[in-house]
DNA sequence: GAAATCTTTGACCCTTTGGTCAAGGACAGG
DNA sequence: CCTGTCCTTGACCAAAGGGTCAAAGATTTC
């Protein structure tokens, strides 16, 4: 069970009325359950691929009683999302314009291969939403993203002036962060394929490779 | 009008029998536009996600008519993912051992690129396969991309046996340029929200950024 | 321990959707 | 200009899917 994208926001919408937060033990257990179970058929089958049978029965729960917790479909996917949104921001936001520069970067990056690994599905939940053009998305993508986006870019290009990182275009260098390491999650059938059937964790490795690629891009 | 995923392999399939090539000049037409429509919805919505009737539309036939060429939803969906496959490795397969190192990686990244450019559509229907797990696209995956990739990381290695470029594993080499340039399709409306309203083409700007991200990974 | 308040679900409803079919048009080829 | 093939579609159909509802079961509260 993961409380990634259940805590963030406190579910509610549902329950007809519209003021409180999870009650009692139980709504705070199916509430949790079937967020759980819309993270996992959603993230794999996307948004309209997703039936609410199929939450159902992964949750446990029948389908009138999905309803009762939450008003929709697209309700519980709005709740989804809108959780995953800060959730996918921290490691940026975690990026200190007081450190050291090639650290700083080079300890996102691992931050961000790391939540890959760890929370493939809220990757695949994201591109999917992305690859469709985001059309529930679309405002926190050019408002909350972009700003903080535009944010770091800003004190990456003070750490290039300062000759301490070589100077590539800062958004495009975010950008093939986010790119090689959301790789990993979202293609992950893609590169276990690949590497054949020993079925060995790339992680590791990843993890290595883009500590020398990075190593070597910023290098001033 | 795409004849990309349209002409690699001669449509049919259909037309009840199942033994001829698109015969009439309306067959090949509508076949077409079919196909083409087909890549635009399936690309934007996945496979569950788009409906007979919106690719009927964008094809600018009726549904039945759809069904006169293609016997079902799947045999449309199956001929653009094997007519894709192929092209999809092309620019893989023209880099060639016997040409010089670093620049067969660099003009192996620069048309991977330019694919993403020019056929964006085909790589979000790649991606959407991806992302789900690649239910129809299994065994292709596992032979012919897996062997095609194995063969090339021995060329790779071998080049770098030779002192020719660095030492980083070819695989997750590989897979950084897959990430890369598709990024630039796959999440393009991120992309441009991020870099903001000016509405100018981010591809040449990423092809600099990524010359300098590889060149300085590949020196030796 | 009974009233008031949550939870749960079987049965149902209406729309969407993949797919069928028979009949009517368009187009050769002779 | 007529016949046999190819093309097109309006009308249907059955299944799936999102969502409703009233009534029955649990829990809690006092």
């Given at each position: 069970m993961n409380?990634?994208a259940?805590e963030p926001?406190?579910?509610?919408e549902?329950l007809?009325?519209g ?5 009692t ?13 819309a993270l996992e ?6 948004f309209r ?10 949750a ?5 009683n999905?309803?009762?917790?939450f ?8 709740e989804?999302l ?6 996918w921001?921290d490691?940026?936001r975690e990026?200190?314009p007081?450190?050291e ?7 996102y990056v691992?931050?961000?291969l790391?939540?890959?690994r760890?929370?493939p599905?809220?990757?695949r ?18 408002g ?14 003070g ?9 590539v275009?800062?958004h ?9 390491t959301q790789?990993?999650a979202d293609?992950d059938?893609q ?9 060995e964790d ?7 490779f ?11």
């Open positions: 409380e990634f259940a926001e406190p579910e509610d549902a007809q009325d003021g409180a937060r999870p009650r033990r139980i709504q705070r257990r199916n509430t949790g359950a079937i967020l759980d179970a058929v959603f993230s794999a089958q996307g691929g997703a039936t609410l049978d199929q939450i159902a029965e992964v446990g729960l029948s389908k009138p999905l309803l009762y917790y008003a929709s479909k697209e309700a519980i996917h709005v989804l809108s959780g995953l949104m800060d959730t921001l490691p940026l990026m200190d007081e450190g520069p090639e650290a700083e970067i080079m300890a691992r931050r961000k790391q939540m890959a760890d929370y599905r809220e990757s939940l994201f591109a999917n939403e992305i690859l469709q053009g985001a059309p529930r998305m679309r405002a926190a993508i050019e909350e993203l972009k700003d903080l986006v535009d944010e770091k870019a800003a004190v990456i290009r750490w290039q002036q300062a000759g301490k990182i070589a100077g275009h800062p495009h260098l975010i950008f093939s962060i986010w790119a090689l790789h990993y293609f059938m590169v276990r394929a690949v590497l054949g059937p020993e079925g790339p992680f590791p490795e990843a993890g290595k883009l500590d020398t690629l990075f190593g070597r891009l910023l290098a001033p």
